[in-house]
């Protein structure tokens, strides 16, 4: 399809920017502690990362998902990127605690300052997994 008939279709309400490949705004947190909800979907899922220090320091990872305010067992990972960098991502698995939809893991993986691309991988328990990207500018 040419531009401008794209064009014409989004002036039109045709089509929303998304159905366009507009990419959605990334949310970015940091730099500091991180407490953000972030929506997907029917879920929310609330990240915390402490003290979110750069370098060959551990931070805390709590992930907490809800589906219209009720817990979500889920198993949750998380992929660490920095995309300005020849660098290999880094993963980490957090664990569980039953009954309550909080994951939490603890990690060396922000083993430098700067901007970080995130992203949970979230498979609740008989769903659909689903991912949740953002961005963490990270300082030392
Ligand atoms: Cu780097």
């Known amino acids: 399809m040419k531009a401008a008939a794209l064009a014409a279709l989004t002036a039109a309400g045709a ?13 970015v947190v940091g730099p500091g502690a991180v407490a953000r909800t972030l929506a997907a ?3 929310r899922v609330a990240v915390g990362i ?10 805390t990872f709590v992930v907490r998902t809800t589906r219209n305010g009720k817990p979500v067992e889920a198993a949750v990972s998380i992929r660490f990127t920095m995309p300005a960098m020849r660098m290999p991502s880094l993963g980490l698995r957090l664990g569980a605690a039953r009954g309550t939809g909080v994951s939490r ?6 083993t430098m300052p700067g901007r970080w691309e995130i992203v949970l991988h979230v498979v ?3 769903s659909p997994a689903f991912d949740v990207a953002f961005v963490d500018v990270v300082a030392l």
């Open 41 to 43: 979907g029917p879920y």
């Open 105 to 110: 893991g603890v990690g060396e993986t922000l």
């Open 124 to 126: 609740p328990r008989g």
């Open 15 to 27: 089509l929303a920017p998304a159905a366009v490949g507009a990419e959605p705004r990334a949310v």
């Open 50 to 59: 402490s003290p979110n220090a750069a370098g060959r320091r551990p931070n």
